[in-house]
T-cell receptor, first 116, second 117 residues
């Protein structure tokens, strides 16, 4: 079965700082990759996704992520964070888990706090 | 409704009691998922429905947990003889495509927060 690792539990940045949140997965086959965000008091929502093609994908609110297949990574980046980016970020992987079944596996999340 | 609806939003129960959590997915979404979100543990997969059948229930933590879906729509997650370690936020999500063809996003509800005293 696949697994997803998010290396940072809590990241604290000042406004305008650059952001990179790490995500690594373990699975040898074809994967689809996602980043979800959960703003305080709100439900999870999709930030961006990768299925195929250009490994650099752009999402909402200026976020982007790069799929590096050789490193099994899908790191999330933003050049300049804002206070409104304070949220918890979840990386997720969809892959075939065997016996005709697919699974969507989430990482444990990274809490981002942006200080004004 | 416009989004995934879950009820109750908050549930406080005593250890040993049974609880039922309800999920009403977006109309027309055939795939439905239950996840559990515990502090510091991220999202833990519980069960996946495609229509009324559950091709993957591997994440249910024990036989005290069960779920059903009727009419390809509403789903109920039941926890029998609740324990304190069951305290968490239970999230439901739905999608239009089945998981094997997923190219879109999951739409999440706001969750049901369960507290077992």
């Amino acid at each position: 079965a696949q697994s997803v690792s998010q290396h940072n539990h809590h990241v604290i940045l000042s406004e305008a700082a650059s952001l990179e949140l790490g995500c690594n997965y373990s699975y040898g086959g074809t994967v689809n990759l996602f980043w979800y965000v959960q703003y305080p008091g709100q439900h999870l929502q999709l930030l961006l996704k990768y299925f195929s093609g250009d490994p650099l994908v752009k999402g909402i609110k200026g976020f982007e992520a790069e799929f590096i297949k050789s490193k099994f990574s899908f790191n999330l980046r933003k050049p300049s964070v804002q206070w409104s980016d304070t949220a918890e970020y979840f990386c997720a992987v969809s892959a075939y888990s065997g016996a005709g079944s697919y699974q969507l596996t989430f990482g444990k999340g990274t809490k981002l706090s942006v200080i004004p | 409704g416009a989004g995934v609806s879950q009820s109750p939003s908050n549930k406080v129960t005593e250890k040993g009691k049974d609880v039922e959590l309800r999920c009403d997915p977006i109309s027309g979404h055939t795939a439905l998922y239950w996840y559990r979100q515990s502090l510091g543990q991220g999202l833990e997969f519980l069960i996946y429905f495609q229509g009324n059948s559950a091709p993957d229930k591997s994440g249910l933590p024990s036989d005290r947990f069960s779920a059903e879906r009727t009419g390809g729509s509403v789903s109920t997650l039941t926890i029998q003889r609740t324990q304190q370690e069951d305290s968490a936020v239970y999230l439901c999500a739905s999608s239009f495509q089945p998981l094997s063809e997923i190219v879109g996003e999951l739409f999440f509800g706001e969750g049901s927060r369960l507290t077992v005293l």
